[in-house]
Every structure is written in C-alpha cells, then in structure tokens.
Nanobody
Framework: QVQLVESGGGLAQAGGSLKLSCAASGHTSGFYTMAWFRQAPGKERAFVASITPSGDSNLDTDSVKGRFTIARGSARNTVYLQMNSLKPEDTAVYYC??????????????????WGQGTQVTVSS
C-alpha cells in the first residue's frame, strides 16, 4: 500500500512561483511512475506531468509550455512540481498520483492506483 501527501499550495500572484511536494510512504514508492494532476472548478481532473523511476519526465506541453518542471527527490520517496510564471488559469486543486497501470493510460485519472488528498493553488491576476 502507498500513501501520498501533497503540500506547498497556497495563494500566489500572476507571474510568481510555487513548489509543490508529494511525500510518498511505502517501501516500493520509488520504483514506479508518479504524476501530478489538477482540477479546476467545473472542469475534469487533468494531467500535468509525470516522472518515471529512472527520472524521465513527461509534461503536458500545451498547458505547461515550459513553465513547470517535475522532479524526483534524491531519496526517491518525494516528487516535486516547480511552477513558474503562474497564471490565473493555473488555479486548481493539485493532486499527486502513483503507480501507473499502463503506458496507454499515462495521462488519465484511471491510469493510477493511488492518490493524495490534494493541495489548493490559487493564482490572482
């Protein structure tokens, strides 16, 4: 079993930066793909980024456009989402997910087995 806890959310101004953290517990937490999703009011939960056990990252290019970076901590039990040049459109609850079921489902909610409780990110104009 894997437990995920997000932190680092809050209120930021447009153009500012925030760094989200996802702490994972469980002895296998460092050996599978982990990802970040976000859900804005009235919208579906959407893929943001993922990272493999070896450190290879995958980003939603259309929404991120080079502003976000995902990284795994040196202990391999923590993943980060560095968000720069924040926009009001980035306002959402951000969720950490783990254990990819299939490569074909990498960018879908149904593709992951474990989820954190979420952390709110609000960006003012």
């Amino acid at each position: 079993q894997v437990q995920l806890v997000e932190s680092g959310g809050g209120l930021a101004q447009a153009g500012g930066s925030l760094k989200l953290s996802c702490a994972a517990s469980g002895h296998t937490s460092g050996f599978y793909t982990m990802a970040w999703f976000r859900q804005a009011p009235g919208k579906e939960r959407a893929f943001v980024a993922s990272i493999t056990p070896s450190g290879d990252s995958n980003l939603d290019t259309d929404s991120v456009k080079g502003r976000f970076t995902i990284a795994r901590g040196s202990a391999r039990n923590t993943v980060y989402l560095q968000m720069n040049s924040l926009k009001p459109e980035d306002t959402a609850v951000y969720y950490c997910a783990a254990l990819l079921k299939s490569l074909a489902l990498q960018r879908t909610v149904d593709g992951y087995s474990y989820w954190g409780q979420g952390t709110q990110v609000t960006v003012s104009s």
